[in-house]
């Protein structure tokens, strides 16, 4: 069975960068046909997707974060992790990683991990 | 880009009564990629249906999806305790995957 657990710092000051980490367990991420993800949820919220890369290292990001995200891939850890930029008080929130495979959808969570962007 | 515009936002409701949820799409979308998640306090979502009506592994038979063009639902026949949550719909064929606001079931 798949796990996932997000890692990372709980406080961010505004407009430094946010840096979190999804470590796999159970299977290769540079293998098979998942989709790699990061989702996020504001307090009171649905959840928002941000972006996800494939095993390739291909990327796709919500337009809304496209110009401050970056997800990327470490292999040999079997991680993949993701970078927003400039963060605001807008941008606290719990981060979920998760993965899917095409035509389903998000059957795997990490327990999610809280962001607060803060001075 | 496809909003998800869920109602109620809350449903007051007794065990053993029944539950129906609302999910509206701004516009139709081809497949039947529409997902229903059941999230609890301090918990990451649960698949609970795929594919507008498929009850994933382990969800039981009182919880069923049906809907069409951009009108969805997922009905809980008899709630049972376990069952007072948030549910969020999910269209994910399209990038950027989105997300119902949410309706939350609280306990009359």
């Known amino acids: 069975q798949m796990q996932l657990q997000e890692s990372g710092p709980g406080l961010v000051r505004p407009s430094q960068t946010l840096f979190l980490t999804c470590s796999v367990s159970s299977g290769s991420i540079s293998s098979g046909g998942y989709f790699w993800t990061w989702i996020r949820q504001s307090a009171g919220k649905g959840p928002e997707w941000i972006g996800r890369i494939l095993p390739s290292g291909d990327t796709n990001y919500n337009p809304s974060l496209r110009s401050r995200s970056f997800i990327s891939m470490d292999t040999s850890k079997n991680q993949f992790s993701l970078s927003l930029t400039s963060v605001t008080a807008a941008d606290t929130a719990v981060y979920y990683c998760?993965?899917?495979?095409?035509?389903?959808?998000?059957?795997?969570w990490g327990q999610g991990t809280l962001v607060t962007v803060s001075s | 880009e496809i909003g998800l515009t869920q109602s109620p936002g809350t449903l007051s409701l007794s065990p053993g009564e029944r539950a129906t949820l609302s999910c509206r799409a701004s516009q139709t979308f081809s497949g039947e990629f529409l997902a229903w998640y059941q999230q609890k306090p301090g918990q990451a979502p649960r698949v609970l249906i795929y594919?507008?009506?498929n009850r994933a592994a382990g969800v039981p038979d009182r919880f069923s999806g049906g809907g069409s063009g951009t009108d969805f639902t997922l009905t809980i026949s008899r709630l049972e305790p376990e069952d007072f949550a948030v549910y969020y719909c999910q269209h994910y064929d399209k990038s950027p995957l989105p997300f119902g606001g949410g309706s939350r079931v609280e306990m009359k």
């Open positions: 998760a993965a899917r495979v095409a035509g389903r959808p998000f059957d795997h």
């Open positions: 594919g507008v009506s």
